[in-house]
């Protein structure tokens, strides 16, 4: 045990004093080359990660929050059915106006993208406040909600259920009768959206700066270039079949679509991504970390209750790997939170 070989050599009978054992564990990291810094920055990622965590319970939380109040305020008796999805059961859709169903529906996902997602993109590249704790909560809000558009519209081919169970942009899709195939090349298109939305989200994590980025970026590789490209034809692909199989009433199509489409675009920006340079390693300590940690910390949750956060991980790692690929190919920015 560590403990047991730090102490040793000291004498039961007289214990130490404390600037001996912070003497002998320094000595003790220095033979062995255990770095304090390392140690405090898995402190700095954990907490990270905890933010990160809070930012995606209050998003989703405010947003099935917003369908519970309005179909309240339309005279719906909405509940939680669980932690992520508010509605109301299938059997009783016909007891209330269509429109009314349409606003409890639609009004949830344009608050969470126009004022969630957007306000707070604006707000978190302030550099005034890019420093505080505060900020990187906020960036986190924005960089779960902006894109929430393209993943709406990239399941709008689903089965509109009205009850409030089902995709947000679907039951508006089937409130207006949108045929099938016209919301599978909306799919498409938001498969496309979701991914450009990540572009604006890179000054995000990275604020404008005239210094540009270090070393070579793995766009430059031919190899690399090549697989990133070929994963994100393989991601495009499989969108394509699943909303081919939505059209021909095949319900798996929508497993195609989230797990076949976004997997290899993630993959796709990893293997894109510069990961030798110092400021993405910078980045991958503050952001991408705390990302993939903060949203598998609710994976159980996700299991347990049957809800959205079984995959929120999935969703938050396209994001900000998605975001660190635009920023490296940005020359004029650099690293939020950097050291000095």
């Not at 070989?5 to 320094?26: E, H, K, M, R």
């Not at 606003?103 to 550099?127: C, D, E």
């Not at 975001?323 to 004029?332: D, H, L, Y």
Request: contains cysteine; hydrophobic residues 50%; neutral net charge.
């Amino acid at each position: 045990m560590v403990g047991i070989s730090i102490f040793s050599d000291f004498d039961a009978a007289n214990p130490p004093g404390i600037l001996t054992i912070l003497s002998a564990v320094s000595s003790f990291l220095e033979e062995n080359r255990v770095s304090v810094r390392s140690c405090v920055k898995t402190k700095e990622v954990l907490f990270l990660s905890f933010v990160v965590t809070a930012a995606i319970l209050v998003s989703t939380t405010v947003h099935e929050f917003l369908h519970f109040a309005v179909a309240r305020a339309m005279e719906i008796p909405a509940q939680f059915l669980n932690m992520t999805t508010v509605g109301i059961p299938s059997s009783n859709v016909d007891q209330y106006s269509a429109f009314h169903l349409l606003l409890m529906n639609g009004l949830a996902p344009l608050f969470s993208i126009l004022a969630l997602g957007g306000l707070g993109f604006l707000y978190s590249i302030r550099r005034s406040s890019q420093k505080h704790l505060h900020r990187y909560f906020i960036a986190w809000i924005a960089l779960l909600n902006l894109p929430y558009l393209g993943l709406q519209m990239l399941l709008v081919a689903s089965r509109a259920r009205f009850n409030g169970t089902g995709n947000d942009f679907a039951a508006i899709a089937g409130y207006f009768g949108v045929p099938i195939e016209t919301r599978a090349v909306l799919s498409v298109f938001g498969y496309v959206c979701f991914l450009s939305l990540l572009y604006p989200l890179r000054v995000v994590i990275r604020a404008p700066t005239n210094q540009s980025s270090e070393g070579p970026s793995a766009f430059k590789s031919s190899l690399k270039r090549i697989l990133g490209v070929s994963l994100f034809g393989v991601s495009f692909g499989a969108v394509c079949v699943g909303n081919w199989m939505l059209v021909d009433d095949i319900p798996s199509g929508i497993f195609a679509i989230v797990f076949g489409g976004l997997m290899p675009a993630g993959l796709g920006f990893a293997t894109l991504i510069p990961w030798a340079t110092k400021w993405v390693k910078h980045i991958s300590m503050n952001w991408i970390l705390p990302g993939v940690l903060g949203s598998l910390f609710l994976l159980p949750l996700g299991i347990i209750d049957g809800n959205d956060y079984a995959i929120i991980w999935l969703i938050v790692v396209d994001i900000i790997l998605g975001s660190t690929f635009f920023a490296s190919i940005s020359p004029t920015a650099r690293p939020l939170f950097s050291e000095s």
